[in-house]
């Protein structure tokens, strides 16, 4: 994702956003807490956080987005090759 909006013809018209950004806020014990902020038009369009079990390996509460939960799911999967344990 990224900027396409007016720049794509096939990225939709729609009042929807243009980017996802990921960050680990916080990784304690069996728990990782992902922060996401929704962009659109380069300014704020949305934020939240969903919560990762490692012991259950998978979101702790399902996100009302299901696509933001599974762009949510690659980033710590991502993550969780690079650390797989928490520091």
Same mark, same amino acid.
């Given at each position: 994702?990224?900027?396409?909006?007016? @720049?794509?013809?096939?990225?939709?018209?729609? !009042?929807?956003?243009?980017?996802?950004?990921? /960050?680990?806020?916080?990784?304690?014990?069996? @728990?990782?807490?992902?922060?996401?902020?929704?962009?659109?038009?380069?300014?704020?369009?949305?934020?939240?956080?969903?919560?990762?079990?490692?012991?259950?390996? @998978?979101?702790?509460?399902?996100?009302?987005?299901?696509?933001?939960? @599974?762009? !949510?799911?690659?980033?710590?999967?991502?993550?969780?090759?690079?650390?797989? /344990?928490?520091?």
């Amino acid at each position: 994702m990224g900027y396409a909006r007016g @720049k794509c013809a096939r990225f939709p018209q729609s !009042a929807g956003p243009d980017a996802v950004r990921f /960050t680990i806020a916080r990784d304690s014990d069996q @728990k990782i807490l992902v922060s996401f902020a929704v962009e659109r038009n380069h300014g704020p369009h949305a934020q939240g956080s969903i919560e990762y079990s490692r012991a259950a390996g @998978k979101f702790a509460a399902p996100e009302s987005d299901s696509l933001i939960e @599974k762009q !949510a799911g690659a980033y710590v999967a991502s993550y969780l090759r690079r650390r797989p /344990t928490s520091a």
